[in-house]
């Protein structure tokens, strides 16, 4: 079985500023893997380049066996992308914006699709509103379902509890847990909160600088570290954010 | 699950962007003014050939009582689509900014929405999308400009005395081909411009001095020609001068003179003189317009090709 997340002595550069370094990292399908590291470490340039969105400086990374920038198209139909900050059409309802990206994923029955992503969302009230009008949290919901619409195998989330109330946290770490759990879905999710990892994520990968400086399995990292505040104190010594 | 094919995407992007284009103010006002404008050019055409006719019609009377030989209706002897002649100003002016706006929104919305970077992750080609972003500019010029078509042949089929024949609808035609090629090139300026800069008001500025320097500088700089009558249909009162400098400057730039080969063979189409101007033959103006938009094209499908996805939207 061909890995979820395949990377290999990726780098990407701009000018003489390294902002992912010569990374290696494999994931397996079905785990939901939490990137940690301090803002500007390289976890959203990683994201971009996993996504298509940028082309890599050298190195080579694969999704679901298919190359990034050889089986572009190929790759990119394995994936889904919740960017931090979900932007999509103010002025149409969630489902004129969802009946747009399951046409462009190539969703057979997009009408139907939609349906069942808001339900698997807890959201189908949402389907009528305009974006325009929505909370933080329901432009999140929104965002992953366009994400989820063709059912990718591999879901990248870039800081998904950002901005989010408490209670709007809780309710996208379950359903998280659900896409993974429910449909098998491998996540690997871009945070700085450690909180975050402890309680959604099976494996963990600490980036610093541009360099993986930490890769391991949530148990082993509970068992070695044990409580969150321990767990901090471990990130912080690994990937000391630099001097301001 | 299949990716969807080029032509699948295209026909998504273009339709997705007219829905969207329709929705936009600007567009729709300046799309509003065009049509009032041809409406006005039509309204003119019509006045002035009834009010010539009615003329006619009193003089032959007082002729035939004198008993004297009634000349032609000089209706009748004038070219039928000469009454349109202020299309060319409309189109050349009004018609082109519309466009360039048009142009302009349809990758400014998409930058400023932020939905490029989703756009882009999903599995579909950016030159599939560009090719959409380029169908859907040309189905709504194309569609604006049919229903102008459509009041000029209503005007033509309602104006008494003009002798219509299949020229005078062939004419209209490539009147039209010629005014659909032009606003393109400044749809697809606009378009360019709104995908290569990081911020909105120099995308928007730019194409807008362009739009200006074409129209109004260059053709004084090539042929010596007075702003107004680099634009006017009627055979322009001044003699192109045959100094070095504009031998010079003629032959350089009047392959960029996209204004005065709009000008040239638009009025030739409508039958009317085309007067001074960089250029001299139908074959090269419609070269230098054949060749921008082609430019344009290229250079579009490539900015959008090379656009930074994770940096798209403006900074300002």
């Known amino acids: ?11 990407k550069s701009y000018g003489t500023f390294v902002a992912v370094e010569n990374l290696n990292l494999q994931i397996e399908q079905g785990e939901v893997f939490g990137f940690l590291g301090h803002n500007g470490a390289g976890k959203t340039t990683t994201i971009h380049i996993l996504t298509s969105l940028l082309a890599p400086t050298s190195g080579k990374a694969s999704i679901c066996g298919y190359d990034i920038v050889d089986q572009g198209m190929a790759a990119r139909t394995n994936l889904g992308y919740v960017p931090e900050s979900v932007r999509l059409y103010e002025q149409i309802t969630a489902f004129e914006n969802l009946l747009f990206f399951a046409r462009l994923s190539g969703v057979e029955k997009p009408k139907s699709s939609i349906d069942e992503t808001l339900m698997l969302l807890d959201c189908p009230e949402l389907s009528s509103k305009c974006v325009g009008s929505m909370s933080k949290g329901q432009r999140q919901r929104i965002g992953l ?9 591999v879901l990248f989330l870039d800081e998904p509890t950002a901005g989010l109330d408490p209670a709007g946290i809780k309710t996208l770490r379950d359903l998280i847990t659900k896409l993974n759990r429910e449909l098998g879905m491998t996540i690997f999710m871009n945070t700085h909160l450690i909180s975050e990892v402890s309680k959604t994520c099976t494996s963990i990968g600490v980036l610093s600088h541009g360099q993986l400086v930490y890769r391991d399995s949530i148990d082993k990292v509970m068992a070695r570290f044990g409580d969150d505040q321990t767990l901090e104190d471990m990130y912080l010594s690994l990937a000391p954010p630099k001097a301001a | 699950m299949t990716a969807p094919s080029f032509l699948q995407t295209t026909w998504l992007i273009a339709s997705s962007t007219m829905k969207h284009g329709t929705r936009d103010r600007t567009v729709a006002l300046l799309a509003a003014m065009f049509f009032v404008m041809i409406l006005i050019a039509a309204y003119l055409g019509w006045s002035a050939t009834a009010t010539v006719n009615a003329i006619y019609a009193k003089a032959a009377l007082v002729f035939q009582a004198q008993g004297k030989p009634v000349p032609p209706n000089p209706v009748g002897e004038t070219p039928p689509l000469s009454v349109f002649r202020n299309m060319v100003t409309y189109v050349a002016l009004l018609g082109a900014l519309a466009a360039l706006v ?44 049919a229903i102008s078509l459509l009041v000029n042949i209503f005007t033509l089929l309602v104006m008494p005395g003009l002798a219509l024949n299949a020229g005078v609808w062939i004419g209209l035609l490539k009147f039209y081909t010629v005014s659909a090629l032009y606003m393109f090139a400044f749809a697809m300026l606009g378009a360019v411009c709104a995908t290569r800069f990081k911020t909105e008001s120099v995308a928007l500025l730019l194409p807008i001095t362009i739009w200006l320097a074409l129209t109004f500088i260059v053709p004084q700089v090539t042929s010596n020609i007075s702003p107004m009558a680099a634009l006017n ?8 001068p045959s100094s070095h400098f504009f031998v010079i400057t003629s032959s350089v730039f009047g392959p960029l003179s996209i204004a005065e080969a709009y000008r040239f063979l638009a009025s030739t189409y409508l039958g009317v003189v085309p007067g001074a101007g960089a250029s001299t033959t139908a074959g090269g103006a419609l070269l230098s317009l054949l060749v921008t938009n082609v430019m344009l094209l290229g250079f579009f499908t490539l900015s959008v090709k090379n656009l930074d996805a994770s940096r798209s939207e403006y900074r300002d």
């Open chain 2, 233 to 240: 249909p009627m055979s322009a009162n001044i003699v192109p």
């Open chain 1, 145 to 153: 379902a366009q994400a989820i619409l063709h059912r990718p195998p």
């Open chain 1, 1 to 11: 079985m061909a890995l979820a997340i395949e990377i290999t002595k990726l780098t």
């Open chain 2, 102 to 145: 048009l142009g302009h929104q349809i990758m400014a919305t998409d930058r400023k929405s932020g939905i490029v970077p989703l756009l882009f992750s999903r599995p579909a080609r950016r030159t599939a999308i560009a090719t959409g972003k380029i169908s859907a500019l040309f189905l709504t010029i194309v569609g604006i400009l």
